[in-house]
Nanobody
């Protein structure tokens, strides 16, 4: 199974930006990849997805603010998050899309607060 390590989270003020990274243990260029998030008391949700061909899809709540991209040479997937809102506060995870149970990592905490 591919192992995934997320990084780049932190505390940011509303309206700010963060760039999350997801490093994979092996080549992922044939897979669709996704960024997911889980807020306290809520179910984990898919917020952005990129196919092997580069097609992207976004949840309505982040459309126009978040951008998913990948660097196949580095086996890394990114999530650029702009115009962050308090409701974006969550632990963010990357995984294949659809996700593989054994590939969930520790996630990276994003907190949007003034």
């Amino acid at each position: 199974q591919v192992q995934l390590v997320e990084s780049g989270g932190g505390l940011v003020q509303p309206g700010g930006s963060l760039r999350l990274s997801c490093a994979a243990s092996r080549n992922i260029k044939l897979y669709a990849m996704g960024w997911y998030r889980q807020a306290p008391g809520k179910q984990r949700e898919l917020v952005a997805r990129i196919t092997a061909g580069g097609t992207t899809n976004y949840a309505d709540s982040v459309k126009g603010r978040f951008t998913i991209s990948g660097d196949n040479a580095k086996n890394t997937v990114f999530l650029q998050m702009n115009s962050l809102k308090p409701e974006d506060t969550a632990v963010y995870y990357c995984n294949l899309a659809p996700p593989r149970t054994a590939s969930w990592g520790q996630g990276t905490q994003v907190t949007v607060s003034s």
